[in-house]
């Protein structure tokens, strides 16, 4: 077996003929000469260019800049819905697209892609403005909310030399996206929405109108009258944030579809008011006829809850139409109920009543004697028919609305008290409704009255409310004395249905229970009708509802003549307030006719009551009272 192989001693790597690492060859050293000379040729063109941009073209660049640059522009929020007490929309919005075309741009566009590819762009400009006004008209039809869109019109609107143009701004969202994508570089679309009344006119002296702010790219919606003014804040929501690509140097022209969303907006919160959309309707066009057959100025209604003083229904002769309210009159977007002061005349005697059984001067069968006129100061006082000096039941001096009488027991509570009653009654200041636009009325206050004043507040004269502050009044005594604060908005909801109820205001007591009682049967008597004895009517017969104790107060003021600026012999406040039923106090009403004249219905606003509360009933089911009004004896 052979042994083990062994290898010879190794030989030194011989170096003869290697190439030292380095030295570079001939190829190498040429491709780095090519590479230097591409490079100081690069160099030596970014720099001619630089020059050119900085300095020669720096103007012309700039300009194009300008022409062209990334804008951010709000995203509108959806606006919030306005709800009555069940639910129901009075107003809310729907989303539509604004379709606009850069006319200019749209030129320049098409001719330079013409040129570039006649076979692909064919046609001039006014041919591809046609093919564009034809698809839409096609599309969305002759008219779109009453504008037009029918293919004439909006080539005409294409081929203008103008900057910036609507083509519809209600467009359905559907048949926006259609045209969109057929036209991509022509047409833009633009997120609106659009406010719905869908019950018109009713409540718009309430709920008021909203329009677009125009001058805003985008557009948004604000409110411009009533509620929808009032709440602005808390409907519109927030607005969202999104980056566009603009022309001209002007951050309102943006180009089409580049448009690239950053935040989204957050909708605004909707409102549920107190009032009933069915009693809201009902009274608003039973208030709108009696006016005009009382031949009154104006006349308002107000439907309050006496439990609770929300606002069931404010109803006024005169509305308008919230989708085109530009035509509206002064007068009829006035909210009358809240709006307008006036005198009340006799239905302010509650007070007087209130304070004398208050204050333990008079229970409801005393006696008083009752002359046919009194002296207050540098004043004679008289009553609205003449009669010798007569025996009155406490009860008949307001069921026949005795001035005489009232101010006889006016005397007894003093002005100290009376005045101090008429704070309790909320007289004098806004009841914070959060109706907009309240007026807060006018009571002169106790060291500014002179030997007269204590002669005409207690009759209704010298002082005025509105009728919303009237009704209060009513209610108050409905409640058993304490009067609820009235109010129309019962709660905010937001997304997804989250509900915030607003906080009830707290009640005042104005008198005590007892005496509330007492004077709601008292002031029954005014409804009495006696067909064997005219003396034992009371003055709002017309206002009584079979079935149901109503308990209630009729008022006729002067008027002041502005030629004499003394009181009107010809021209009156006719107003009405009460309570159904008297017995167990659901509702009160108050009425109030500004000047009505020459009719069998100028006289008194009790029939009017005598509708809406019998409308009540109905639509709200109210029991019947459990007997009758007992008859009581007025003048004895």
């Known amino acids: 077996m052979p042994g083990p192989q062994t290898r010879g001693p190794r030989r030194p790597l011989s170096v003869r003929g290697s190439r030292p690492a380095t030295r570079l060859g001939g190829n190498s050293r040429v491709r780095i000469a090519v590479g230097r000379v591409l490079l100081i040729g690069a160099l030596l063109i970014a720099g001619v260019k630089l020059v050119q941009v900085q300095g020669i073209q720096a103007a012309e660049l700039s300009q194009q800049a300008q022409k062209q640059r990334t804008t951010p522009i709000d995203i509108p929020a959806e606006r919030g819905s306005i709800l009555d007490r069940n639910g129901n929309q009075l107003a809310f919005s729907i989303e539509v697209r604004a379709l606009y075309v850069l006319p200019q741009r749209a030129r320049k566009t098409w001719d330079e892609a013409h040129a570039k590819d006649a076979k692909k762009y064919p046609g001039t400009y006014e041919d591809h403005a046609r093919e564009i006004a034809k698809f839409m008209s096609a599309t969305l039809g002759p008219e779109v909310n009453g504008e037009k869109t029918d293919e004439e019109s909006i080539y005409q609107q294409l081929v203008q ?83 566009v690509d603009t022309m001209s140097g002007d951050d309102t022209l943006v180009i089409p579809n580049t448009e690239k969303e950053l935040v989204k907006p957050q909708p605004g919160r909707s409102l549920e008011l107190t009032i009933d959309i069915d009693t809201q309707y009902a009274v608003q066009r039973m208030v709108s006829d009696y006016t005009k057959k009382s031949g009154a100025k104006n006349g308002s209604a107000v439907v309050l809850d006496s439990r609770t003083g929300e606002i069931v229904a404010m109803a006024n002769d005169k509305t308008y139409d919230p989708t085109d309210f530009g035509k509206a009159t002064e007068d009829q977007k006035r909210n009358t109920a809240v709006a307008y002061s006036f005198e009340p005349g006799s239905v302010n005697k509650i007070v007087t009543a209130a304070a004398a059984v208050e204050y333990g001067l008079h229970k409801p069968d005393d006696v008083l004697q009752v002359p046919g006129s009194i002296k207050v100061a540098d004043r004679t006082i008289r009553d609205a028919w003449n009669h010798p000096t007569v025996p009155m039941s406490f009860t008949g001096v307001f069921a026949k609305s005795s001035n005489v009488g009232t101010l006889l027991a006016a005397q007894e509570v003093g002005q100290e008290r009376y005045a101090e009653m008429l704070q309790k009654f909320g007289l004098g200041r806004r009841t914070q409704s959060g109706v907009p636009a309240e007026e807060a009325g006018q009571v002169p206050p106790l060291n500014q009255w002179s030997g007269s004043t204590f002669g005409n507040l207690p009759i209704g004269q010298g002082l005025s409310m509105t009728l919303l502050q009237m009704t209060g009044m009513y209610q108050a005594i409905a409640n058993d004395g304490v009067r609820i604060p009235p109010r129309l908005i019962r709660a905010e ?89 008297a017995d167990n106090p659901r509702y009160v009403v108050g009425i109030m006719l500004d000047a009505p004249t020459g009719t069998q219905f100028s006289s008194s606003a009790a029939p009017l009551f005598h509708d809406i509360a019998t409308f009540l009933t109905q639509r709200f089911q109210v029991p019947m009272s459990a007997e009758q009004t007992p008859f009581v004896q007025l003048q004895m």
């Open 493 to 581: 909801i937001g997304e997804e249905g989250a509900r915030s109820e607003k906080q009830r205001p707290d009640g005042v007591r104005v008198v005590s229970a007892e005496t509330a009682k007492t004077v709601r049967d008292m002031f029954r008597s005014v409804t009495q009708s006696d067909p064997r004895d005219a003396n034992q009517n009371g003055t709002g017969k017309q206002a009584a509802v079979p079935g149901y104790q109503v308990a209630g107060k009729t008022g006729t003021a002067q008027q002041i003549d502005q030629n004499c600026k003394c009181y009107s012999q010809s021209q009156y406040w006719i107003t009405f307030a009460g309570i159904l039923p």
């Open 161 to 243: 030399d103008i900057t910036y143009e609507v083509l519809a701004r209600e467009a359905e969202p559907a048949k926006a996206a259609k045209i969109v994508e057929k036209f991509p570089a022509d047409i833009g679309s633009e997120y609106r929405s659009k406010r719905i009344y869908p019950n018109g006119d009713v409540a718009s002296n309430i709920i008021g109108a909203a329009n677009w702010r125009e001058g805003e790219k985008p557009p948004t919606v604000q409110g411009i009258l009533g509620l929808e003014n009032a709440q602005d804040n808390v409907l519109a929501g927030r607005t969202g944030r999104r980056v």
